[in-house]
């Protein structure tokens, strides 16, 4: 099975910056797709960025500029760097991971983290 860990998250003020991370673990063959998604209360979880295997990435138009999504192939880990917060970027993040898992056909797999609170107030 393949798992997910995710650290960073807390409070932080209006304007101030706060780094998400993640780290995959498990019978990973490959990682094809790392994104990070939120849910604030009251709304429906929303794809916030994506990094494919290759480094394009994509960002929902409401952090483009704000936030920047990373991974390290080596560590199996995807980061989030949220600079310039926004109250409305309060929300619960969730991690997600793609791609193929060891053994038999190799199956596709799609792994969640456990969720980390991100809030932004003064």
């Known amino acids: 099975q393949v798992q997910l860990v995710e650290s960073g998250g807390g409070l932080v003020q209006p304007g101030g910056s706060l780094r998400l991370s993640c780290a995959a673990s498990?019978?990973?063959?490959?990682?094809?797709?790392m994104g990070w998604y939120r849910q604030a209360p009251g709304k429906q979880r929303e794809l916030v960025a994506t990094i494919i295997s290759g480094g394009t990435t994509n960002y929902v138009d409401s952090v483009k500029g704000r936030f920047t999504i990373s991974r390290d192939n080596a560590k199996n880990t995807v980061t989030l760097q949220m600079n310039s917060l926004r109250p409305e970027d309060t929300a619960v993040y969730y991690c997600?991971?793609?791609?193929?898992?060891?053994?038999?056909?190799?199956?596709?797999?799609?792994?969640w983290g456990q969720g980390t609170q991100v809030t932004v107030s003064s």
């Open positions: 997600n991971i793609r791609g193929r898992r060891l053994g038999g056909n190799f199956d596709e797999y799609d792994a």
């Open positions: 498990g019978s990973i063959l490959s990682i094809n797709v």
